[in-house]
Structures are given as structure tokens and as C-alpha cells.
């Protein structure tokens, strides 16, 4: 390879040219039949087939380019997708064509290998967008659940060693920009325009092709583990336990003790493990939303700017402060959250293990029954998230108890900056 480049001439993909892909191979998102609705084709080794704005992998093409750039991938590779196939079968559900369902995933994305192997064998380059897998986690708190007596081992679902066999979906965003922007009640074009101006203007296609009706954001991607029968998740008389989880990398990875974040996931699983021990399902949904989709520079600033202000960490002042630094409390705006729960095939949750209001509203709002909302233990909140947790409370997060007293918030205090 003398150039890390496709060719030596630069093509601007701003405008279509003639015989275009997208009209060749227009996507008709929502078709009940993928060959009509037609594949998307983000890949970038042949310009010509390209009926979708962005590229594969979200952020994560970005380093596609680094590898390419340091010589160590030749930017023609296309994937050899042999046994790459999922291990478990999910859908197609009947929600995966209701129009306006699913906006921000394909639904087939896990399946494309098998139905356009047509496509791919006449050389078009089709990639997944979903994989799933099989696994097992091991995490110390289900390991003290299990000695505590409240799990134990079934040698099927949890096993002696505290091991937890899983099926796990990877999921890489697919906007319908329609859809999109329909959920955030904005027009179509302003929603265009104002992913292309918050981008620098990364995306020029955004405006300048209306042809392109889907876009790959360059954006995390969404975990699914399942415990028990994948296949249970379509079926109405299955039990289904449920925690969808924002990424807090501080929390869930490294165990930082100043939210709830990992207590009310490791809480998750434990239920999930359970409800699929007596014949139901657990789903985890994890989305890659880091510090309330603000990012973690963002929240490290929010801590500082919380733990210094006058009087200490305050429940009181809790939301306050964030929009302070960030101009916003929370940018998770749960509009498109509930169609993973779709995708699954889920019309009800019989335990959705979350506190979140927006979560709550999200899944109802989009058609699935909730019957009961599970708070996270008091049991569960480590010493210096008794700040988040209380104004969480306070702001009308949901409790078995009943919203916290408002006057009491004054009491609640986090530690300070001297005595990390
Ligand atoms: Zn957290």
C-alpha cells in the first residue's frame, strides 16, 4: 500500500450523482419484508453503494481511520462474516414494521449476512449492525448475593461459581431521520440541520442529500444481556424483569462511590437472574450515555462545581448545578430508548428496576405495559450518592415511600473535596 487512501482523488459525497444507490436501493424503513425495505449500506469501500449518511462502528470509525492512517489496515478490507451469525434467535416481531416503532436501530442488522447474501455475494458491502453472543458474567456482588442466600446456584442461569450464563446483543445506532425527529417533535429538516451544525459540520450530507434518509451517528452503542429464554421475550405469559442503565463508567467499571450507578445495575442483574430462575426473562439494556449524555468531562466539572459551592454537596442544589455547567440537567432525553425494548419483541415488563421518571414515561409512552417499578434498596446506596439519590427523590424520581421532604434536602451533604 503506498497510500493509506482508496484512490488519489478526493470525492466530495455532498451531492448525489447520477444512478445514485439511493435510488437503486432506497431504504423503506418499516417494510415488513427486508428485501423491500432494502439494505443500508454505510460501508465506505465502494462510494458508489452508499445509501446512508455517516459510517460503520459509530465513534469507533475514527479509529478505523488512525489504523488506516498508521498503515496498519488496508481501507479496502471488508469482513469475512463466516460463523459469524448469532447464537440466539430474536424475531422478527411484529413491532419491528409498526411505523414509527423502532427509529434508531435496524432490526434486521443481525441478520444481513443470511438475507442479502445475494447482495454481498454480487459484491455489495453489507455489514451487521447487531451481533449477539453468548457469555457468562462474574461479578462480586452476585457472589455476596449467593453467601447473603438471596441467589442460588441452578447450574443453568447462575452457576456454583457465581457465574451467570447470558446471551449479549451489540447494537450500533441507525437513525430513520424521520422517525427521529417525529420522537423529538421537531421537522425533519431542523432536525438536519442541527445534527449537521453541532457536528462542525461533519456530516454535509445531513443537508445537501434528502435522498439519504438514514444516518449512522458517530455515537455509542447499546449492550443487551439476557438471562433466560431469549425466545421468552415475545411471549405474554413470560415474566419479564427489566433495567435499562445509562453507561457511568466512574461507577459500573471502577466502583466510585458518589451515585447509584453500579448498586442499581449489579441490582439489575440479581432480579434478572431471579425472574429467569422461576421461567421468566431479565433483560439489562446498556447505552452508552456517559454522565447524562453530557460526557465525563462534563460530570467531572459538575462534581467539582457541586462539591465546592458554598455549604458543600447538596442534595438541595443537586440538578442545579449541572445545568449550571452543562446548560441542561440531563441530555438523555429517553426518546429513543424504548426501541431496543421493541426490537426484543417486549409488549409488557412485569419488573422495570428503575427510579427515572423519563425511563418510566419513555417505555409507557411507547406502548409497553409497566407493572411494577422496583426503587433501588436503600441498602444498595453507597455513603456519598445519599446526595444524588435524595434529590433524585425530591425531584419526583419514583420511591415505594413517596416523594422525600424538600425541607430535609438542606440536611443531605456529600463529602467534601479534603476528605476524598
Ligand atoms: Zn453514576
Known amino acids: 500500500m503506498n497510500s493509506p487512501n482508496r484512490s488519489t482523488h478526493i470525492r466530495l459525497t455532498s451531492h448525489p450523482e447520477p444512478n445514485t444507490a439511493t435510488a437503486r436501493r432506497p431504504v423503506a424503513w418499516a417494510a415488513g419484508d427486508p428485501k423491500a425495505r432494502g439494505p443500508i449500506v454505510g460501508s465506505v469501500t465502494n462510494p458508489a453503494d452508499r445509501n446512508v449518511i455517516g459510517a460503520h462502528g459509530g465513534s469507533y470509525a475514527?479509529?478505523?481511520?488512525?489504523?488506516?492512517?498508521?498503515?496498519?489496515?488496508?481501507?479496502?478490507?471488508?469482513?469475512?462474516?463466516?460463523?459469524?451469525?448469532?447464537?440466539?434467535?430474536?424475531?422478527?416481531?411484529?413491532?419491528?414494521?409498526?411505523?414509527?416503532?423502532?427509529?434508531?436501530?435496524?432490526?434486521?442488522?443481525?441478520?444481513?449476512?443470511?438475507?442479502?447474501?445475494?447482495?454481498?455475494?454480487?459484491?455489495?458491502?453489507?455489514?451487521?449492525?447487531?451481533?449477539?453472543?453468548?457469555?457468562?458474567?462474574?461479578?462480586?456482588?452476585?457472589?455476596?448475593?449467593?453467601?447473603?442466600?438471596?441467589?442460588?446456584?441452578?447450574?443453568?442461569?447462575?452457576?456454583?461459581?457465581?457465574?451467570?450464563?447470558?446471551?449479549?446483543?451489540?447494537?450500533?445506532?441507525?437513525?430513520?431521520?424521520?422517525?427521529?425527529?417525529?420522537?423529538?417533535?421537531?421537522?425533519?429538516?431542523?432536525?438536519?440541520?442541527?445534527?449537521?451544525?453541532?457536528?462542525?459540520?461533519?456530516?454535509?450530507?445531513?443537508?445537501?442529500?434528502?435522498?439519504?434518509?438514514?444516518?449512522?451517528?458517530?455515537?455509542?452503542?447499546?449492550?443487551?444481556?439476557i438471562m433466560g429464554d431469549v425466545t421468552g421475550l415475545g411471549d405474554p405469559k413470560r415474566r419479564i424483569a427489566c433495567r435499562v442503565h445509562d453507561e457511568c463508567n466512574g461507577s459500573d467499571v471502577f466502583g466510585s462511590d458518589i451515585c447509584t450507578c453500579r448498586p442499581y445495575l449489579v441490582h439489575g442483574i440479581e432480579e434478572s437472574v431471579r425472574e429467569a430462575q422461576n421461567g421468566g426473562v431479565g433483560v439489562i439494556a446498556y447505552n452508552r450515555k456517559e454522565g447524562r449524555a453530557l460526557g465525563e468531562v462534563t460530570k467531572f466539572l459538575v462534581y467539582n462545581a457541586r462539591k465546592r459551592q458554598e455549604g458543600g454537596d447538596s442534595a438541595a442544589t443537586y440538578f442545579e448545578r449541572t445545568e449550571c455547567v452543562a446548560g441542561v440537567q440531563d441530555a438523555r432525553f429517553q426518546q429513543l430508548m424504548p426501541d431496543v425494548l421493541h426490537w426484543l419483541g417486549i409488549r409488557r415488563i412485569d419488573r422495570l428496576m428503575s427510579m427515572s421518571n423519563m425511563k418510566y414515561d419513555a417505555i409507557v409512552g411507547s406502548g409497553i405495559e409497566v407493572v411494577e417499578r422496583v426503587p433501588i434498596p436503600p441498602g444498595l446506596v453507597p455513603p456519598d450518592a445519599q446526595v444524588e439519590i435524595e434529590a433524585k427523590k425530591a425531584a419526583g424520581y419514583y420511591t415505594s415511600e413517596g416523594p422525600s421532604d424538600a425541607s430535609d434536602l438542606d440536611q443531605v451533604k456529600g463529602r467534601d473535596l479534603e476528605r476524598f
Open 62 to 225: 475514527l479509529y478505523r481511520a488512525l489504523a488506516i492512517s498508521a498503515r496498519a489496515l488496508n481501507p479496502l478490507t471488508r469482513p469475512d462474516l463466516h460463523n459469524t451469525h448469532p447464537t440466539a434467535t430474536i424475531g422478527p416481531h411484529p413491532q419491528w414494521s409498526e411505523p414509527g416503532k423502532i427509529v434508531s436501530l435496524d432490526p434486521w442488522g443481525h441478520m444481513v449476512g443470511e438475507i442479502y447474501a445475494e447482495e454481498i455475494a454480487s459484491g455489495i458491502d453489507i455489514r451487521p449492525t447487531i451481533a449477539i453472543t453468548k457469555a457468562r458474567l462474574n461479578m462480586p456482588e452476585i457472589l455476596g448475593a449467593m453467601s447473603a442466600k438471596r441467589l442460588k446456584a441452578d447450574g443453568v442461569v447462575l452457576h456454583e461459581t457465581g457465574d451467570i450464563s447470558v446471551t449479549k446483543v451489540a447494537i450500533d445506532p441507525v437513525w430513520y431521520l424521520p422517525g427521529v425527529a417525529a420522537r423529538f417533535g421537531t421537522s425533519e429538516g431542523e432536525l438536519r440541520r442541527t445534527l449537521f451544525e453541532q457536528t462542525g459540520g461533519m456530516f454535509p450530507e445531513l443537508v445537501t442529500r434528502p435522498d439519504m434518509n438514514v444516518f449512522l451517528p458517530p455515537i455509542g452503542n447499546i449492550t443487551v444481556y
